[in-house]
């Protein structure tokens, strides 16, 4: 106690937990990616839309459904309804009625509406162009956001989905518990040039290769390079770390 007062004591300080890191190196991260740029070199993604708008809608609705069940739906809604302006004038019963092939069609046909509704009301009938005005839209979350910027205005981003998150971990290239705590390690190990497709590169070889049951790692381009637990095929990992006494001297 001092002059009558009681001194708080200061709240121990918690170590921060030691952030996993990337196992891989800047050549082996460029290597990985000048690969994926070969193989791929203009990716697109599989949502089928026709501005920005339907694009919203169609990655909204691609919650928890495939890009091709999504796009059965849609390819008939699209045609009525490509404005926000027709979309509200079909009204949620007809929107129900064009998605109900996909899962919880109720509550996002509810959201389309009311999505349509404030871009109206708030935006001038325009999709707006920033992460932050994106995410006030009904049924649109931090994913979807990403991926409108990046498909729609040609902005770098990075939408984690379940096959990003699922790579990352995998591969321990950004291993996170969270699709945040990954987008973010992701964003800081990609080289620049290549942030712009990456989005696409790592969900075409999680949809196609990588897959969640069993990697296709007979058929994968960068077996070579993978250091996941997981690999299926005996072409070697390289060594995780080598000392550099074991080179001579670079000419
Ligand atoms: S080698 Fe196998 S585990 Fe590694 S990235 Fe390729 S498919 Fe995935």
Request: hydrophobic share 40%.
């Amino acid at each position: 106690m001092e002059n009558g007062t009681i001194k708080k004591k200061a709240a121990p300080r918690r170590k921060a937990p030691a952030r996993p890191k990337s196992l891989y190196s800047q050549d082996e991260l460029k290597e990985i990616f000048r690969r994926f740029s070969i193989q791929r070199p203009e990716p697109k993604g599989e949502l089928e839309h026709v501005n920005p708008f339907t694009l919203v809608v169609a990655v909204a609705l691609s919650a928890q459904a495939t890009d091709a069940g999504v796009n059965k739906a849609t390819r008939a809604l699209f045609k009525v309804a490509d404005t926000p302006e027709k979309m509200l004038a079909l009204g949620e019963e007809k929107v129900r009625d064009y998605i109900k092939t996909i899962g919880l069609y109720r509550n996002k046909a509810k959201n389309v509406i009311a999505l349509g509704q404030m871009l109206v009301d708030r935006f001038g009938g325009e999709v707006p162009r920033t992460r932050e005005e994106l995410v006030m839209l009904p049924g649109v979350g931090r994913k979807t956001a990403n991926v409108v910027l990046s498909m729609a205005f040609g902005e770098a981003t990075l939408a984690v989905d379940t096959h990003i998150f699922r790579i990352a971990n995998r591969l321990r290239l950004a291993p996170g518990k969270t699709p945040d705590e990954v987008e973010d390690r992701l964003i800081r190990i990609i080289p620049d040039e290549y942030l712009y497709h990456a989005h696409h590169w790592l969900i075409l070889h999680g949809r196609y290769c990588c897959k969640a049951r069993r990697p296709e790692c007979e058929h994968c381009i960068i077996a070579d390079l993978c250091k996941s637990p997981e690999k299926t095929c005996d072409v070697p990992a390289p060594l995780v770390e080598l000392p550099p006494q074991l080179f001579g001297p670079t000419p």
